[in-house]
């Protein structure tokens, strides 16, 4: 199944509510990463459980090269790979 | 920062803190200690196959509030157990701002904590979910859930702690070993400050069974104050408990620089191993035990009358309490009928690696207060285990000038410290 982006975003601010200190209610599109303050191995976490509770595929190697610095632009990219979900 | 390095500088603990079943702080702790009460309890459902039904259990959610999720994250709870066991010792020593910054660069500034089976029950959790395939999935943080080091590692991070890092890792000597470790590296130069103890917490039921196995922990089912009885005709085994006790060590120049207050010096440590077969057993020569306590005296420059106190190991295994009475007739010659022994691990049960940093702290409040707390549960003397160790009632207004706390390990792991009052 596709995931809506709203279902999306609230399974990432999850996962940053739970590895960060940023406070998730302030998050918006424009949030940059950097605000965030996600390090490679949060990443990490975001594929596995991504993966597991999902069924969602997240390329690393992919998504650094994407060029996303914001938190909008992280979720368009979760959901340009949103397919073939479970 | 100087590269020069100074030998045998004196060395004292301007700090301490701890959590355990008995109280979230060393404070709550030792009042515990002082209204005699027994930090472990029954629990009938351990896990296939256990005997044991006795431990000792923090049942309270740990408040983790002044931590970042960042350092959390990669926090297993026995980590979790060192990072407010530090909390309280750099609190103590440096006030509620815990201004490190303001008095040391923070290249001189280290951290040697240790552990026995550090994130054991997370392995045995995270393997679950790795190869279970009704399991979700272990957790992406499984390395560090594991890794030894991470309780040194977060308590750097968290006080930004540059200089020495290390991870003893002595089974239940570890404690001792990492202050004694730190006592040496600030005695040598190599730093000024340090935070050294140790954490444990196995309450999975693996993790459990897997010590339970070896008929170490206690077979008492019905009587808490047989469940943990040092040196008493009834004992049947070590309670396991999880805890964390951590100490501030600096170097006496430098805490007197900043006008700290100081609990007491660290005089003498030593370690030697059993170097015997069998890993559960201590060795019946009892060099390796012997030896560590007589070295520390002598690096202490201290002799048999002068030691006030001893903080024995004292778990309650039958094997232990008796092999542990003959080292101390050993070293002490008749003195050793004299000197107050006596096991705290009658109130805590056995925090592993935790127990040679509680029962160091155990040590300074009984110098402060010139109280020597009584073993509990000593109902029954086992006429083998026939020296002074203090059966129930405390002792108060002791002249205690010197003290010293011992801790052995499975392996062959030995070790001694020599506390002295700082005056």
Redesign the interface.
């Known amino acids: 199944m596709n995931y809506s982006r709203l279902e999306l975003e609230s399974f990432i601010k999850a996962i940053i509510n739970r590895l960060t200190d940023f406070d998730v209610d302030t998050l918006t599109e424009q949030t940059s990463l950097e605000e965030l303050d996600l390090v490679s191995l949060d990443f990490v976490t975001i594929k596995v459980e991504a993966k597991n509770e999902l069924g969602i595929d997240i390329d690393l190697n992919a998504l650094s090269q994407a060029e996303i610095d914001t938190f909008g632009q992280l979720m368009d990219y979760l959901e340009t790979i949103n397919i073939g979900g479970k | 920062m100087t590269a020069s390095i100074q030998h045998s500088r004196r060395v004292v603990i301007t700090g301490y803190g701890a959590i355990s079943s008995l109280g979230e702080n060393s404070t709550d702790i030792w009042q515990a200690v002082l209204d005699k009460k027994i930090g472990y309890d029954f629990y009938h459902n351990p896990g296939k196959g256990i005997s044991a039904r006795v431990f000792g259990r923090i049942n309270t959610p740990l408040d983790l509030s002044k931590f970042?999720?960042?350092i959390l994250?990669?926090t297993p709870r026995f980590a979790e157990l060192g990072l407010i066991a530090a909390d309280e010792a750099i609190t103590m020593a440096f006030g509620e701002e815990q201004g490190l910054s303001s008095h040391y660069d923070q290249r001189e500034c280290g951290v040697i904590f240790g552990t026995g089976w550090a994130g054991f029950d997370c392995s045995a959790v995270n393997y679950y979910g790795y190869s279970d395939p009704d399991a979700?999935?272990a957790?992406?943080?499984s390395c560090f859930h594991s890794m030894p080091s991470i309780a040194s590692s977060v308590i750097s991070v968290n006080w930004k702690l540059k200089g020495y890092q290390n991870t003893p890792i002595a089974a239940c000597a570890t404690g001792n070993i990492a202050i004694g470790d730190a006592y040496e590296i600030i005695k040598s130069g190599k730093a000024k400050m340090m935070i050294a103890g140790g954490s444990e917490s196995l309450m999975q039921p693996f993790t459990i069974w897997s010590v339970d196995v070896l008929g170490a922990l206690t077979k008492e089912t019905n009587d808490l104050r047989k469940a943990c009885c040092p040196f008493s005709k009834d004992r049947s085994g070590f309670v396991l408990s999880e805890g964390a006790a951590a100490v501030c060590l600096e170097n006496l120049e430098d805490a007197l620089a900043r006008n700290a207050t100081i609990y007491g010096e660290i005089v003498g440590y030593a370690n030697h191993s059993d170097a015997y077969v069998n890993l559960t057993t201590p060795a019946p020569d009892l060099v390796g035990r012997v030896t560590t306590i007589q070295k520390a005296m002598e690096y202490a420059g201290v002799g048999v009358d002068d030691i006030d106190y001893i903080n024995a190991h004292g778990t309650s295994t039958p094997m232990n309490d008796y092999n542990e009475t003959l080292v101390l007739k050993e070293v002490f010659g008749t003195r050793a009928y004299d000197i107050p022994i006596s096991s705290t691990k009658s109130y805590t049960g056995h925090l592993i690696a935790a127990a040679g940093g509680i029962e160091t702290i155990f040590c300074l409040k009984g110098i402060e207060n010139n109280m020597i707390p009584a073993t509990i549960n000593l109902d029954t003397p086992d006429p083998a285990c026939d020296l002074n160790y203090v059966p129930n009632d405390h002792l108060f207004e002791q002249k205690l000038n010197y003290a010293i706390n011992i801790n052995y390990g499975f392996g062959g792991a030995n070790s001694c410290l020599v506390l002295k009052r700082f005056d």
Request: hydrophobic share 20%; charged share 30%.
């Open positions: 970042s999720k960042k994250k990669n979700l999935s957790s992406a943080h």
